[in-house]
């Protein structure tokens, strides 16, 4: 997917003056839902520090997990096509679909999928990708990316989907505009149900892949994903290395904590593992089994300060409770993973000149470290990327050298209690009468749309001076 | 008990008011207040803009200046969570600084808590006729677990109703410098804010930040609201008379009386 991250400022800007996304953005009510699931299981906190040391381990072993995964995987008749980055990828599922002369792929809900474009990219080819998560239909209709992990049409009202239901199921023979939520799920259902009996290939993504036994994981609601694979010749699985786990107890430790902390439920209605193609004596199943495995970025980021980030489980549950995604939505981030998490992947995957703006569009409130299942600390992977971009000089010369400036005023205490004692007690006169200013020079980004209060005019350690009998 | 008053830079330049208030709660804890001269700022504008090099003196002068106080007190979460959480990580690299800065980090605290956790006050002299609403600041309540704490106080001022805000515990949209790098977004999380504050019918928003309040006093004042916002310092010392944060202050010779 093409990146869009460094107009993140403009991109904001409309999104703040989007009405029907401001409308549709009330709709994310995963908060409260979270709140209640985890106080409702005694071990939530407990669980959250296995899941933390689980995937460090992995981390921290990943050569011996990726190997023995492979092993398992092999034995039990899957293959595994090891991509070093989103070209490969492509490449790598184009070749699977080509050999089996497959016209239509459905697919279940995959960000790596995003990530690596593939459905323009199989288009492109001559082949037909149909997104088979109802969020994800909905937005391949409207020809948009996903604004949020788990629910990629969040930005989305109920009316604009109903547009676009009427718009594109005519050819299907549905000529009504439907008003009703389970309506239009139902429409949608009937349509893929076709597409699913058609399809060629499945293709999904992983929440966990599992070493002992060479399985792959995933969790939906609406059981497409089951359809995906089952109903195909070939299921092809897009993964990337850190969704390793070392054995089934670890992947069940790990599902404990995803649903309750992306939707507040206790498992998702699906969550279904696939270990290689069908056998003899299976009812049902793919005749090939795929692992497309891609790196794209993330090794490079074991050993640095950024590793803590592969911990990620992708639940949305930092974007759930962020401020400034709750306020913008997720396009504005600009490429496939918004909010926290996105903010410190996008500059890893994508780079950060292109990315810049992310980690510091954030007020560092710190509430996605305090509801991320894996406890990655979101806040400070931010200010590590703020570093590097320090470092690099990508803030504006101006704004480096107004933080100079600031800094060196600050480590000389006498001059500082003297300018300081100056500027307020001017702007303190300033602003005496009316106690706040609606607009100040060199402070419009305040002042725009908030008053500044007025400073009580002497300073503390002025006062402080006075009271103390000695010189200010 | 000798505590040195870590003003912070916002409390020294714009609401003096806020470190007297400081000090009198001290001083009716049974503490003998200083207050260290070569103080300015904790350096979180630089830490947070990711410039550690800026950072990093301004720590030193910190840790230096406070050396020997008992404890270490600050009228702010976020301050207070800078030097206690923060400066240690500043100087992961400089063992001998890292040292220095987790000892100090082991005595300083955020004013309401210390009040209530190292000194065990359990009740104020103040009384406050009104309903007021609290704003947990983000730093104070995720870094330092202030919570409880100006709860527990604020239910021993006399006449004092508080009314809980809905989502109390989510940002303001204060964040530092974020509020002026990305002003547009900042206001709206501020407009947020401000809806729920006024939902809650109070007449009165506390918090334990001074920058959390400018940002959201600022916002409440641009919307024409009359409610008014103070530190929870000033309340929980009796200090009300002042003029709330924004509001016209009436010693003003050519104002009216």
């Known amino acids: 997917m093409e990146a869009t991250s460094h107009a993140f400022k403009s991109n904001a800007r409309h999104a703040l003056e989007d009405a029907q996304l401001q409308r549709a953005m009330t709709k994310l009510g995963f908060r409260e839902a979270r709140a209640a699931a985890a106080a409702r299981l005694p071990e939530f906190e407990e669980l959250r520090d296995q899941g933390r040391d689980i995937k460090n381990h992995v981390l921290a072993h990943l050569d011996l997990y990726l190997e023995r995964y492979e092993a398992e995987l092999v034995k039990r008749g899957g293959q595994i096509h090891w991509c070093a980055d989103a070209e490969e990828a492509r490449r790598a599922v184009l070749a699977i679909c080509r050999r089996l002369k497959a016209k239509t792929v459905t697919k279940g809900k995959s960000m790596v999928g995003e990530e690596i474009a593939i459905n323009e990219f199989l288009e492109a080819n001559g082949i037909a990708p149909v997104e088979t998560d109802l969020g994800e239909y909905i937005i391949q209709l409207r020809h948009e990316p996903p604004s949020h992990i788990i629910a990629p049409a969040i930005h989305l009202t109920k009316d604009q989907i109903s547009d676009s239901f009427f718009e594109n199921h005519q050819r299907y023979g549905k000529s009504r505009r439907l008003e009703e939520a389970s309506e239009l799920m139902a429409e949608a259902r009937e349509v893929l149900r076709a597409k699913f009996i058609a399809a060629d290939v499945g293709i999904t993504g992983a929440n966990f892949l599992i070493a002992e036994t060479g399985s792959s994981v995933i969790v939906t609601n609406e059981g497409n994903g089951d359809l995906t694979q089952n109903l195909t010749r070939a299921h092809i699985v897009l993964a990337t290395p850190e969704k390793l786990v070392p054995t089934l107890e670890d992947a069940t430790t790990l599902l404990r904590i995803l649903a309750r902390s992306a939707t507040g439920q206790e498992f998702s209605v699906y969550t279904t593992f696939s270990t290689g193609p069908r056998r003899a004596d299976d009812l049902d199943g793919p005749e090939e089994y795929h692992v497309v495995l891609v790196d794209n970025g993330r090794t490079r980021l074991l050993g640095t300060e950024f590793q803590e980030v592969l911990r990620c489980i992708r639940c949305g549950a930092c974007m759930n409770h962020c401020p400034v995604y709750n306020a913008i939505g997720g396009h504005a981030y600009g490429w496939v993973y918004p909010g926290p998490i996105g903010a410190v992947l996008t500059p890893a995957l994508v780079g950060v000149a292109e990315a810049h703006d992310l980690p510091n569009a954030s007020t560092l409130c710190g509430r996605c470290e305090s509801v991320c299942p894996v406890r990655i600390p979101l806040p400070k992977l931010l200010r590590h990327w703020r570093e590097r971009e320090f470092e690099a000089k990508i803030p504006p010369a101006r704004a480096r050298w107004a933080l100079k400036l600031w800094a060196w005023l600050a480590r000389r205490p006498a001059l500082y209690r003297l300018a300081t004692r100056v500027a307020m007690a001017f702007l303190g006169a300033l602003g005496r009468r009316n106690g706040r200013f609606r607009s100040l020079p060199l402070a419009h980004g305040w002042t725009d749309g908030r008053d500044m209060p007025a400073p009580e005019g002497p300073t503390f350690q002025a006062l402080w001076a006075a009271r103390r009998g000695g010189k200010p | ?257």
Request: glycine share 10%; net charge neutral.
């Open chain 2, 1 to 257: 008990m000798r505590v040195g008053l870590f003003v912070t830079c916002l409390v020294d330049l714009f609401r003096p008011s806020v470190g007297f208030a400081a000090v009198k709660l001290l001083e009716d804890a049974g503490c003998t207040v200083e207050v260290p001269r070569a103080q300015t700022c904790c350096g979180q504008p630089a830490y947070n803009s990711g410039d550690r090099k800026d950072a990093k003196p301004i720590a030193r002068q910190v840790i230096e200046s406070f050396a020997g106080y008992d404890a270490v007190v600050a009228p702010s979460g976020s301050c207070a969570g800078m030097i206690k959480i923060h400066y240690p990580e500043l100087f992961r690299d400089e063992p001998e600084w890292e040292r220095r800065a987790r000892e100090l980090a082991s005595r300083t605290h955020e004013l309401v808590s210390f009040l209530v956790d190292v000194l065990g006050v359990e009740r104020v002299a103040a009384s406050y006729r009104g309903s007021v609403t609290y704003h947990d600041s983000c730093s104070g309540l995720r870094e330092l677990g202030v919570k409880a704490q100006p709860r527990k106080l604020l239910a021993s001022v006399e006449g004092l109703t508080l009314k809980e805000l809905p989502g109390a515990e989510v940002c303001c949209g204060f964040g530092g410098t974020f509020c002026i790098k990305y002003p547009e977004i900042s206001t709206r999380i501020a407009a947020e804010k401000t809806k729920d504050i006024a939902a809650t019918g109070a007449a009165l928003l506390l918090a334990g930040d001074l920058g959390c309040l400018l940002n959201m006093a600022g916002k409440l004042k641009r919307e024409g609201s009359r409610i008014e916002a103070r530190h929870v310092a000033e309340l929980l010392a009796g200090m009300t008379e002042t003029p709330a944060i924004g509001e016209r202050r009436s010693a003003a010779p050519e104002g009216p009386r």
